[in-house]
């Protein structure tokens, strides 16, 4: 059973659609299970001011890829790359081992993101950590 802060933001995500003019916008997948996340996030002064994800994935998926926007806003770019899967998980309660790696397709769509954006050059290094 999942704890009910993760049943709370998968019946109710946060951040659910597009920004148009977005600084980053970038598609991860998980090919072992097939879940994939558009995320945009747009960008003022080094700062994430909005944070938005279309998803085709599981309950897990869906309320971490919620969180995690809700956890990147207002954050630095800096503070955005520091964010792990662990914390994300612990802000919801806690996930089931086998849904940890669910958790990885939101932070690892910011990671890449982020790098890609302030060096470009890194993208191919950053898509080798995806899930
Ligand atoms: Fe694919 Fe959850 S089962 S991300």
Redesign the pocket.
Known sequence: MYPAIVMEHFLNPRNVGIIEDAEIIIQVG?PT?G?SLLLFLKIDNDVISDAKFRIK??G??IATSSMTTEMVKGKTLEEALALTDVQVAEALGGLPDE?M??SS?AVGAIHAGILRYISPQEEGAAEQNMP
């Open positions: 998980d299970c879940d994935g599981c897990a998926a849904k790696h669910c397709l």
